[in-house]
């Protein structure tokens, strides 16, 4: 059984920083380019970012460009996201979330219609 679980959201300044990561079971992490997305109430779930199977190649949301890294270590089997100068534009509730790509494709993707695994999320709120 695949399970996705993030963790590290919570209480942020405006401005200040925060890392969220995803814990992975049951699948063979190094086979799945992996991806952030976020919900806040009453708008669309969106793209944040996204890494290829091997770490090398990422892709992120427009907003979030120069601000969010994302990250993974293919030996802990956990991909993260650490999220700069945060706004209350950034609150919202963060998913992590796995699209096998087969050998030799190394990118990833920022459709959501492409990720087959879901996490249950993590709630990032900032205040003003």
């Known amino acids: 059984q695949v399970q996705l679980v993030e963790s590290g959201g919570g209480l942020v300044q405006t401005g200040g920083s925060l890392s969220v990561s995803c814990a992975t079971a049951?699948?063979?992490?190094?086979?799945?380019?992996m991806g952030w997305f976020r919900q806040a109430p009453g708008k669309e779930r969106e793209f944040a970012a996204c890494?290829?199977?091997?770490?090398?190649?990422?892709k992120y949301g427009g907003s979030m460009k120069g601000r969010f890294t994302v990250s993974r270590d293919n030996a802990k089997n956990v991909v993260s996201l650490q999220m700069n100068s945060l706004t209350n534009e950034d609150a919202a509730l963060y998913f992590c979330?796995?699209?096998?790509?087969?050998?030799?494709?190394?990118?990833?993707?920022?459709?959501?219609?492409?990720?087959?695994?879901w996490g249950q999320g993590t709630q990032v709120t900032v205040s003003s």
């Open positions: 890494i290829g199977r091997n770490g090398v190649y990422t």
């Open positions: 979330a796995a699209d096998r790509r087969q050998y030799p494709i190394l990118i990833c993707d920022a459709s959501a219609s492409r990720y087959e695994y």
């Open positions: 049951g699948l063979t992490f190094g086979n799945y380019a």
